[in-house]
């Protein structure tokens, strides 16, 4: 089993930023590729980023590419989610994911790839 725990969500206004942070526990997150993802309400939820074991890939929705950072220390056991240039369409629960499983770009945009998921964080861009 994997706890993720999600932190850093918020009210902003478009064109700030936000740091979101997940903090995972139980098997060894290093062995764990991880994800965001968001839901808006009356949407699915979709992939956001993703990024490798190692952290040497990344991967980015092309809705996010350019503003958003995903980051991961191993050591820490944490994976960011740096977001710059907020936008009101950015507006969501935030979820953190991890799957042992998979550990490619392709792989790791679907929902149904991975295996746990965190409760969420509610992040509010106003226009």
């Known amino acids: 089993?994997?706890?993720?725990?999600?932190?850093?969500?918020?009210?902003?206004?478009?064109?700030?930023?936000?740091?979101?942070?997940?903090?995972?526990?139980?098997?060894?997150?290093?062995?764990?590729?991880?994800?965001?993802?968001?839901?808006?309400?009356?949407?699915?939820?979709?992939?956001?980023?993703?990024?490798?074991r190692s952290?040497?890939?990344?991967?980015?929705?092309?809705?996010?590419?350019?503003?958003?950072?995903?980051?991961?220390?191993?050591?820490?056991n944490t994976v960011d989610l740096q977001m710059n240039s907020l936008k009101p369409e950015d507006t969501a629960v935030y979820y953190c994911a991890a799957t042992s499983r998979y550990n490619s770009g392709s792989l790791l945009v679907r929902v149904s790839r991975y295996e746990y998921w965190g409760q969420g964080t509610q992040v509010t861009v106003s226009s």
């Open 55 to 76: 952290g040497s890939s990344t991967y980015y929705a092309d809705s996010v590419k350019g503003r958003f950072t995903i980051s991961r220390d191993n050591a820490k």
């Open 1 to 52: 089993q994997v706890q993720l725990v999600e932190s850093g969500g918020g009210l902003v206004q478009a064109g700030d930023s936000l740091r979101l942070s997940c903090a995972a526990s139980g098997r060894t997150f290093s062995d764990q590729a991880m994800g965001w993802f968001r839901q808006a309400p009356g949407k699915e939820r979709e992939f956001v980023a993703a990024i490798s």
